[in-house]
């Protein structure tokens, strides 16, 4: 095994002087991306080698480019369809691709019907309810099938929902949550999951947003050891939806214990409903997998981009099944008699491919927790993975260095063996990839670091963990069947081992890449394929490559190491954060005039948001006014928006055309070199500003307004 190389530290100061000459026009995720430098390789086990799903290398070449698009037939074939398709690709409406175009198929059948015949016994779920005195369950195939069936009834029949509707789930980590998934997607209902900790206002935002007439939420759930009632942001929701015309006519309610009342918000009559007392109707029915269109749409997931509104990502059915299959099978290496868990949130696209429907797909056993990682403690997964035998782990940087730091030592203690781990999300620091491996993987588990997005459906970028090596701080090579490249501004290809970062780009299509963005065709044009698309006309896949808006660096050996965005979008604790969403919220306080809001770098969640607000004249400059721009972000984003740290500047750096100069704001909160200010119109107020925030920021007072909630707590 390859020997840990030297730590270096990176402090933001390794952005030198010579670095900042290049500077790019803002400054963004990717620059404050910290410089590791080229680390070694750890190998896979034997053990790991010889049971692996992806060891073949003839397969491997099989999705060389010459083969491109019919390689992903071997993915479409891990599915079971009810009409074969008569074409694999169809680019005659570029970029708006299709796929396995007159294939016909059902995602709920092929998660959970097709495997009864062998399965049914065997565990989909094993929910392990925060409360550590309260037993996990499991939900076998059986079960699921009954239950999805019962639902799908339910929401035929008592909510009126029929083949092309949206439906907004706001629901926290509880087994009807997957549930209700696949029963939308029994009957053709394209489901609109919202992050259960995200505010009633951004939930009635993205269910106006999307048409839905028809909420489903849970009346509440643990979180920290702390009930929390959810019953109450349904009520926001409506209400928010209704502002921008759009009536929600019926609520259900998941209740956390069923026949038990614990939310004690009011019930609206004839709106709302608990889904407990209604679903006893349809107890037993069964509700036939309607045979959908491959392109038809699977479900939305909106997420943050460069606006201040969230856009409604829609995946297809057929592609984006095919696509999280075989992902799946391939890099999270699941084996009929693996015990799989993602500590991910379905909220998140995380939990939508790689806990319902890639390992649904697959027939897999799988974990669901409800509650916080270190909830009582530290040792919290450890206990789960022993007591449940889990082999196959996945998670975030972020709560990786978050277990790290309040407990470095706590794996030791238990008796669990991982063959395989994931990290997702963000970027991760060598030291802590070597943490990961060390001491949760004790060194026998292999590690897959897998680049995605929200908008691509699955892995993009990720070793084959058998037959390439591990390289702490690079997701790796490509995925299977994908091919990517770095461009600079000016189109120029950054070569592999120059030691350049620049814009990673997708040069083909794949069936897990997102349709449109939903309502918006131009917008998805626009974000992903204008910027390095010559032929606006063309119908060739070449023509399109695929912006992901992260910078990226490609090494000689052919491992990419993604940096970050490039885009205002800030990825706190592996979640996207649209900063002008946070500033929009911000200038609803009636006394702001101006707000500017840049990441900083953060010991544990990679980054976080700092808000700089300008008041209007007149206006003193106090703490209240600082407790009403949390308040406002936490009641129209959520808790996972709320900055680290405000500061109230008498006036922003500004560009003569009136351009807030975010880069230098970032640059002095991250105590970087600002670079070169002579353009501004107000050159002055850099100091000025510089001197207020790191004057401060050494003092305890600066803190943050209140202490900053770790990963899974942002609630
Ligand atoms: C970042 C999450 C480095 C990246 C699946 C991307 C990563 C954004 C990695 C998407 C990784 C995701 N290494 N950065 N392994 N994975 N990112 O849509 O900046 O929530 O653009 O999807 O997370 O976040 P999203």
């Not at 790019?24 to 070694?40: F, T, Y």
């Not at 092309?164 to 997957?178: A, C, F, N, Q, Y």
């Not at 000025?688 to 990963?711: A, C, H, N, T």
């Amino acid at each position: 095994m390859a020997t840990a190389p030297k730590k270096i530290k990176a402090t933001p100061k390794h952005q030198s002087k010579k670095a900042a000459k290049h500077k790019p026009a803002e400054l963004n995720e990717a620059q404050i991306a910290v410089h590791w430098k080229e680390e070694q390789y750890l190998y896979p086990s034997k053990e790991f080698i010889a049971q692996a799903n992806l060891s073949d290398k003839k397969l491997v070449r099989k999705f060389d480019e010459k083969n491109f698009p019919d390689c992903f037939v071997e993915y479409a074939n891990l599915l079971d369809w009810d009409h074969k398709w008569n074409k694999v690709l169809d680019t005659s409406h570029a970029p708006f691709w299709k796929w396995f175009v007159g294939g016909k198929l059902n995602a709920c059948y092929n998660c959970v019907d097709r495997h009864l015949a062998k399965h049914k016994n065997k565990a989909a779920f094993i929910f392990v309810p925060e409360p550590e005195n309260e037993a996990a369950t499991v939900i076998t195939y059986q079960e699921l099938y009954k239950r999805v069936n019962e639902t799908a009834a339910m929401l035929r029949d008592f909510a009126g929902l029929k083949n092309g509707d949206r439906v907004t789930i706001h629901m926290p980590m509880i087994p009807e949550l997957p549930i209700t998934m696949l029963a939308c997607a029994r009957i053709g209902v394209v489901h609109s999951v919202v992050f259960g900790g995200f505010s009633g206002e951004a939930c009635g935002l993205r269910a106006a947003d999307s048409g839905s007439r028809v909420l489903i939420y849970a009346d509440g759930y643990y979180r920290n050891g702390k009930w929390i009632d959810h019953k109450g942001n349904a009520d926001i929701a409506v209400a928010t939806a209704k502002k921008e015309c759009q009536d929600i006519e019926k609520v259900l309610i998941w209740k956390r214990y069923p026949g038990k009342r614990m939310s004690e918000v009011a019930m609206v009559a004839g709106r709302d409903f608990f889904v407990d007392e209604v679903i006893k109707d349809y107890a037993g029915q069964t509700v036939a997998p309607v045979s959908q269109d491959a392109e038809a749409p699977l479900f939305l997931m909106y997420t943050s981009g460069t606006t201040g509104k969230p856009k409604g990502c829609q995946h297809r059915t057929g592609g984006y099944l095919a696509y999280v299959a075989g992902t799946t099978k391939y890099y999270q290496d699941i084996h009929p008699d693996d015990v799989y868990w993602c500590m991910a949130d379905i909220g998140w696209i995380t939990g939508h491919s790689y806990i319902v429907y890639g390992p649904l797909a697959l027939g897999a056993t799988s974990v669901l927790y409800e509650g916080v990682p270190q909830f009582p403690d530290a040792g919290r997964p450890w206990r789960i993975a022993e007591r449940l035998d889990v082999n196959i782990f996945h998670t975030s940087p972020t709560a990786i260095r978050m277990l790290r730091k309040a407990g470095a030592d706590e794996p030791k203690k238990y008796n669990y063996h991982f063959k395989h781990m994931t990290t997702v999300g963000e970027p991760i620091e060598p030291e802590v990839f070597r943490w990961y491996h060390e001491v949760v993987g004790k060194r026998e588990a292999v590690i897959v670091d897998t680049w995605w997005q929200t908008e691509t459906g699955g892995f993009l970028c990720t070793t084959k963990p058998a037959l390439e090596p591990m390289k702490p701080g690079s997701a790796g090579p490509p995925a299977l069947g994908i091919y990517p490249v770095i461009w600079d501004e000016n189109s120029e290809e950054v070569k592999a081992g120059s030691g350049r970062a620049g814009n990673i780009c997708i040069r083909n299509p794949w069936p897990g890449i997102m349709q449109t963005i939903w309502g918006d065709p131009e917008r998805f044009v626009r974000q992903y394929y204008a910027k390095y698309n010559k032929h606006p006309k063309s119908k060739d896949w070449r023509d399109w490559p695929y912006y992901a808006a992260d910078g990226a660096m490609l090494a000689a050996d052919g491992y990419y190491r993604i940096l970050g965005r490039v885009d205002d979008v800030i990825n706190v604790a592996g979640h996207r954060l649209g900063t002008k969403e946070v500033e929009s919220a911000c200038l609803t306080v009636p006394e702001i005039a101006e707000a500017a809001v840049v990441p900083i770098v953060d010991e544990v969640k990679g980054r976080v948001p700092v808000v700089y607000i300008a008041l209007k004249p007149g206006v003193p400059a106090n703490k209240a006014i600082q407790d009403k721009v949390i308040s406002t972000i936490e009641t129209m984003i959520g808790k996972i928006a709320r900055p680290k740290m405000i500061h109230i500047v008498p006036d922003m750096p500004k560009t003569r055309s009136g351009k807030i100069m975010r880069r230098v704001l970032a640059a002095i909160s991250n105590h970087m070199d600002t670079g070169d200010i002579t353009t501004l119109a107000n050159p002055d107020i850099v100091e000025q500003i510089r001197e207020l925030v790191q004057g401060r920021s050494r003092g305890p007072v600066q803190e943050g307004p209140e202490d900053i909630k770790m990963f899974g707590e942002e609630r």
